[in-house]
C-alpha cells in the first residue's frame, strides 16, 4: 500500500493603505493691496487704512473693488485645493451679501502688462482687468474682526498658473467685489484690514499654501507565502526614480532595518509608465508579523519613505490527502 501525502498552504494577505495627508506651510502675506473707485477713476487709495468693497443699487454698479497682490515665488511647489486666500474684516458689512473673488488678466498695476507699479500706483483706470471668478464666500451683515477664506480648485490653479515654474510671473492678483446688490436703494459696505490698517502683520491678507503630499508609491502590497513574504509595489515616473530600498521592522515605531544590499531595480524600467517592483523577503519568521517601507531613490530630489504595509509570516496549515 502506497501513501501519498499532498501539502496545501494557506495564506493571508494584508494591505494597509498609504494615506496622502496635506501639510500647512508659511503664510505669504499680500505685497501690494489697496482698493480703487468707479466714482473717483484717477484717484489712488494706498494711504487709506482699510480696503473697501461696494454695490450701489439701483444700478447695482461694483463701484469699489478690493486688489490683492502676492509674490508667489517663495512656493516650493504647487499648492493644493485647500489653499486660501483670506482677508480680516475689520469693519462688517453693512448688509449680509456674497463677496466674490476674481483673477485678473495681468498683474501689472500702472496701465502695463509686465508686472510693473505698486499699490501707489493703482487707480481705477490703469487696473488690470478682472478675468475669472475663483470662488464666493458669504458675509453677514455686523459681523466683523472674523476672516473671510476664500478656496477653491479654480483658485489654486490660478496661483499655481502664476509660479515661474509653471510660466508665470510669480506674481497673483486678486479682487474681491460684491457678487450682488444692496437691499433697496442703499449701499452695501465692508471693510478689511490691509498694510494700512492698526492690528498688525498678523492680520493682513494672505495666502495660506498647504501641499498636497505627492503619491510616488502605489500598489504597495505584502503578501505571505511559503517561506517568505513577496513585497511588490510600483513608483511613478516623471521625478527621477530609478531604484527603492526596502525596509523592515517588528513594530510601526519599531527600527527599520534595510533589507536590500544594492538598490532594488525596476522590473520594468523606465520609460515604461509607473514601474513595477518585486522584492522576497525570505528572512520572514512564521507567525511573526512585519512592518515594511519603501524609499523611492531619485537622481534629482530626496523622497520620502512610503507605507507601512504589513503582514505575517506565513504558518502553515496542513491538510493530508491520502491515496491508496
Excluded at 478682472?130 to 496661483?159: C, K, M, P, R
Excluded at 509595489?233 to 527600527?255: D, H, K, M, Q
Aim: aromatic share 12%; net charge negative; glycine share 8%.
Amino acid at each position: 500500500m502506497k501513501k501519498v501525502i499532498s501539502v496545501f498552504f494557506i495564506s493571508m494577505l494584508v494591505v494597509l493603505s498609504i494615506s496622502t495627508p496635506v501639510q500647512a506651510d508659511s503664510l505669504i502675506v499680500a505685497s501690494d493691496d489697496t482698493y480703487i473707485d468707479l466714482n473717483h477713476p484717477t484717484t489712488n487709495y494706498d494711504g487709506s487704512a482699510l480696503l473697501v468693497g461696494n454695490s450701489n443699487f439701483p444700478t447695482c454698479v461694483q463701484t469699489r473693488l478690493s486688489y490683492l497682490r502676492f509674490d508667489v515665488s517663495s512656493l516650493t511647489s504647487d499648492v493644493g485645493t485647500a489653499t486660501p486666500v483670506s482677508v480680516w474684516i475689520s469693519s462688517a458689512a453693512i448688509y449680509s451679501g456674497d463677496l466674490g473673488i476674481w483673477s485678473t488678466t495681468h498683474d501689472d498695476w500702472n496701465g502695463g502688462t509686465a508686472g510693473n507699479g505698486s499699490e501707489a500706483d493703482l487707480n481705477w483706470n490703469n487696473a488690470p482687468p478682472l478675468a475669472s471668478q475663483l470662488d464666493t464666500e458669504s458675509v453677514t451683515a455686523g459681523v466683523g474682526g472674523i476672516w473671510v477664506h476664500f478656496a477653491s480648485t479654480n483658485l489654486a490653479n490660478y496661483i499655481n498658473a502664476q509660479r515661474s515654474a509653471n510660466g508665470g510671473d510669480n506674481l497673483a492678483t486678486f479682487v474681491i467685489q460684491w457678487t450682488g446688490c444692496a437691499v433697496g436703494s442703499f449701499i452695501n459696505s465692508i471693510e478689511f484690514e490691509d498694510h494700512e490698517g492698526t492690528k498688525g502683520t498678523g492680520y493682513l491678507p494672505r495666502i495660506e499654501p498647504n501641499y498636497p503630499t505627492a503619491v510616488y508609491v502605489s500598489g504597495f502590497y505584502a503578501e505571505p507565502k511559503a517561506g517568505s513574504i513577496d513585497l511588490s509595489w510600483r513608483t511613478t515616473t516623471g521625478v527621477g526614480i530609478y531604484a527603492c530600498n526596502l525596509y523592515r521592522a517588528s513594530e510601526p515605531s519599531g527600527e527599520k532595518i534595510q533589507l536590500n544590499s544594492a538598490p532594488i531595480e525596476p522590473d520594468d524600467p523606465p520609460p515604461l509608465v509607473d514601474p513595477s517592483y518585486f522584492f522576497p523577503d525570505f528572512t520572514a519568521i512564521p507567525g511573526e508579523t512585519y512592518f515594511y517601507w519603501v524609499e523611492p531613490l531619485s537622481g534629482t530630489q530626496v523622497l520620502p519613505m512610503e507605507g507601512p504595509v504589513s503582514a505575517m509570516g506565513l504558518n502553515p496549515m496542513y491538510l493530508a490527502v491520502i491515496a491508496r
